[in-house]
């Protein structure tokens, strides 16, 4: 079965993104987290979808939803996933994980 796994700024990200909704609804919250946890599952299984994106780091791909960028890396057993950032974000001024 894939696997994926979430870098540390992918996890505060993902707790930003949550907090942020949540100050509206938890309801709409807890959905785009599921939303989001579906749609790795699905490149976990499918890795080399996304654009590749070498200029960010090594490996690297993103993969739009809704809103939202996911940055991954492909792993043998699925994905890494280094960020998750609003499509809005200037990514200048972002850090990845090498």
């Avoid at 609003?86 to 990845?96: G, K, T, W």
Wanted: charged letters at 30%.
């Amino acid at each position: 079965m894939p696997t994926v796994i979430y870098s540390e700024q992918a996890d505060r990200d993902l707790d930003d993104i949550w907090d942020h909704i949540a100050q509206d609804s938890v309801l709409q919250a807890d959905r785009l987290w599921e939303r989001f946890k579906a749609r790795l599952e699905y490149l976990a299984k499918w890795n080399a979808f996304g654009r590749p994106r070498s200029e960010l780091c090594a490996n690297c791909r993103s993969y739009p939803f809704e809103k939202y960028c996911f940055y991954f890396r492909p792993t043998e057993s699925g994905i890494e996933v280094l960020r998750i950032l609003h499509s809005a974000r200037d990514l200048d001024q972002i850090v990845f994980s090498e």
